[in-house]
């Protein structure tokens, strides 16, 4: 049998699909965006990027030039698009308007932080001064305050304690709309809080909409992790470009908060090393968001999205598009909010079903247009798996022959996608059908008529023509990472 399986996978794989296009279809570009989405887009860039008509252009008093308007709204969608690591190419693509949609802090992301605003003492006070919403569950919300307060805290020597007189250092308080400080709400989503540098009067307060839907856990916005962000601000931090850091203006909950590596040597930076930093944190350090260059990364799974790759990493992932050198890192639920796992095993898109497929332990997850599908999670079982088989380690799926390969541990499943059972003769050992190819895989994918194989920190790139390992490269090479040491 295993002799008859290895002559269909030949049969199958280096002539029919080696014979057929290799690249993703043509597919139409995106539409252009409306008048309102511009209108939506400009308000965004005056507020968060410092767009709108120069000095010069104001001091004219004419009428700026559609070139020269369209030149520096090219530049600040540049700058965003840059700071979120999507491709800057200017345009307001579905990427850069679903991002502009997405809840967030109330600052600029280009506001002027300088180490010198910073308090000058160790020792600080705050007072809320009113409560909003949350009036009646106010012992809640202390305990949300001075848990944020403490994970800033723990780091550095400052101290911050509550007060209820009015001369506090910082102030807490609820608004909603236009509250007379310049920046005001704008109703349910967008800005959800902001805060002041450090400073008098203003200096320092913490403001946070009312009008949101707070919450003490995963529902609504949660309060606590809205509050950590904001109290940063309120010690003198920027935002931050790094995704896994709690300083990252857009909004994120986990339930296991806790400041990354990048928030915690800015604020010590700022303020120095708390006495008991290296006691508090010797087993578990701060959480580093991972480099796509680090010559040790291993990747959790790799697919195909459209025409892009996609790279998976704990909460992670790298997008790679096709007409731009640009690989920035961001968050999975910053696409597929809630829907798809952290630390997953596995991943491949169906494009003739237009599904993307996500595995993590005995489950996997059906996604449709961003959306999660009906009936899912479910057990990989449904899909053929025998009971012994817990997780699949990699997907690799030939889209023109309708064909998935599963890999679980030293043996591969072949799952025939129309015909939805797995085929016969699976499975079969990997190093007989895939010579030269590890056990034990991270990711697969088949790409412009070669298959890359993942492991560990390397990437093997195999040729199905001549059925053997041609290459193997840091597992990082496709991300442009050429100076990674082979």
């Known amino acids: 049998m295993g002799t008859l399986w290895l002559g269909l996978l030949v049969l199958l794989v280096p002539s029919q699909l080696h014979s057929l296009p290799l690249l993703t279809t043509e597919r139409p570009g995106p539409p252009a965006p409306s008048q309102d989405e511009v209108m939506f887009a400009k308000r965004y860039l005056e507020k968060f990027y410092g767009y709108g008509p120069s000095q010069s252009d104001r001091q004219r008093r004419g009428a700026v030039s559609p070139a020269t308007a369209d030149d520096r709204l090219c530049a600040a969608v540049k700058q965003l ?95 909603h709309g236009d509250h007379q400080d310049g920046s005001p709400f704008d109703g349910k ?110 990747f959790d799974a790799v697919t195909e999205l459209q025409q892009e790759i996609v790279f998976f990493k704990d909460r992670f992932m790298w997008r790679k598009y096709p007409t731009s050198d640009e690989i920035g890192i961001s968050l999975i639920r910053g696409l597929w909010p809630d829907a798809v796992p952290h630390n997953m095993d596995a991943a491949y898109e169906n494009v003739e079903m237009n599904q993307l497929l996500f595995f993590k332990g005995s489950q996997y997850w059906v996604i449709r247009q961003l959306n999660l599908m009906a009936g899912f999670p479910s057990n990989i079982s449904d899909l053929g798996f025998p009971p012994r088989v817990q997780a699949v380690d990699a997907a690799l799926h030939f889209r023109f022959a309708h064909l998935t390969v599963f890999f679980t541990g030293t043996e591969c499943w072949r799952y025939d996608e129309q015909q939805k059972t797995m085929e016969e003769g699976s499975p079969a050992p990997i190093d007989q059908q895939w010579p030269g190819v590890p056990s034990h895989l991270d990711a697969a994918i088949f790409y412009k008529g070669f298959v890359y194989f993942f492991k560990g920190g390397f990437q093997y790139k195999y040729d199905p023509e001549v059925k053997y390992v041609i290459s193997r490269r840091p597992a990082g090479h496709m991300l442009g990472c050429r100076g990674v040491p082979e």
């Open 81 to 175: 698009q840059r700071y979120f690591g999507l491709p800057d190419n200017g345009r307001l693509t579905p990427d850069t308007l679903a991002l502009m949609r997405k809840p967030r802090c109330g600052l600029s992301d280009v506001e002027p932080f300088h180490n010198t605003w910073r308090w000058k003492r160790s020792t600080l006070s705050y007072r809320i001064s009113s409560y909003g919403p949350t009036a009646s569950v106010s012992a809640k919300v202390h305990r949300a305050f001075r848990r944020a307060w403490r994970l800033w805290a723990e780091v550095t020597p400052v101290r911050v304690r509550r007060r209820s007189r009015r001369d506090a250092d910082i102030v807490i308080s609820f608004h």
């Open 189 to 298: 989503g967008g800005a959800l809080a902001h805060a002041f540098l450090p400073g008098d009067d203003l200096g320092g307060d913490v403001h946070f909409d009312e009008e949101e839907d707070w919450s003490f856990n995963s529902t609504g916005f949660n309060l606590f992790a809205v509050a950590v962000h904001e109290f940063g601000h309120a010690l003198g931090l920027p935002h931050a470009m790094d995704p896994g850091a709690v300083m990252y203006p857009t909004y994120s909950f986990l339930p296991d908060l806790r400041l990354a590596h990048h928030d915690v040597q800015a604020a010590q930076r700022m303020y120095g090393i708390n006495p008991k930093y290296a006691s508090l944190f010797y087993k578990r350090p701060p959480p580093r968001t991972p480099d796509k260059c680090d010559p040790n990364l291993s």
